[in-house]
């Protein structure tokens, strides 16, 4: 195929995309003046309204992914689009949900969903309005009052959820979200998440060490090598229909036969992270 035919395809691609990453590499610099590489020659695109699950060991780099998505720090080579536009600065269409809260301790559940209508220009009543029914749909209609401190891990996670989409970002960027619940907690949190991206299906990114919730809730699950330089190996499509219950389709025979598939190639990457990182 002609260059220019190519080159034609991928920059069509990259704009039906809400984000692209092409061939992206990630390295920093240490404090010896040497550099260690992150990431390498990363390809991957998420289109508007799919949900991709990134799973891969310990310190590969999946973090960084999002961060870079964000535009929390730059490509060291490579391109970034978000919506067919390159990425240079902060991506103001992306909400990101961190794995620790970022709740405001002396803040209510509903003035921490409101601050980020309150901090763009929005009247304190209208934000306060709109903050309480999105605690509703997170099913904390009466929880407004509560500080971080009397909420539950779940809770904290759901007041956190909703001040992310409050915003109403086109991209959501979740960083093992649900890693520190317990094991119930996590798949009412996933049902809940369903419920709310199928309402309004943005693009979603959602980074995870746990692989049956990457088929659960996604459409795409990637999987990265152990670092350093870590690349994406692996990109499956999850053939299961939606709606989904998180408990119901993982009887599903089509659910294990593909998190067989997957496992053969992410254990071997699992083992060698486990061994670099000295088993901790």
Known sequence: MPAN??????RNAQATSAVALA??????????????KAIERATLEVADGEFVAIVGPTGCGKSTLLNIAA???????????????????????AGY???????FPWK????????GLETTGTPQQEAR???????VRVGLGSFGDRYPHMLSGGQRKRVGLA???????????MDEPFGPLDAQTRQIMGNQLLDLWSADRKAVMFVTHDLEEAIALSDRVVI????????????????LARPRDIAEVKLDSAFHGLHREIWQVLKSEVLKGYAQTGGG
Do not use: C
Not at 23 to 36: E, M, N
Not at 97 to 103: T, V
Not at 163 to 173: C, E
């Open 5 to 10: 035919v190519t080159a034609t395809a991928q």
């Open 23 to 36: 061939g992206v590499d990630v390295a920093f610099r240490l404090a010896d003046g040497g550099s260690y």
């Open 71 to 93: 535009g929390l720090i730059g490509p060291s080579a490579g391109r970034v689009d978000i919506f067919g536009a390159q990425l240079n600065t902060l991506n103001r269409q």
């Open 97 to 103: 949900l961190f794995q620790a809260d970022a709740l």
């Open 108 to 115: 209510t559940a509903i003035e921490n969903v409101a601050i």
């Open 129 to 135: 309005e709109r903050a309480q029914g999105w605690l």
């Open 163 to 173: 001040q992310v989409l409050i915003r109403d970002p086109k991209i959501l960027l």
């Open 224 to 239: 990265m090598s152990a670092g350093p330089a870590a690349r994406i190996i692996g990109d499956w499509r999850v053939p």
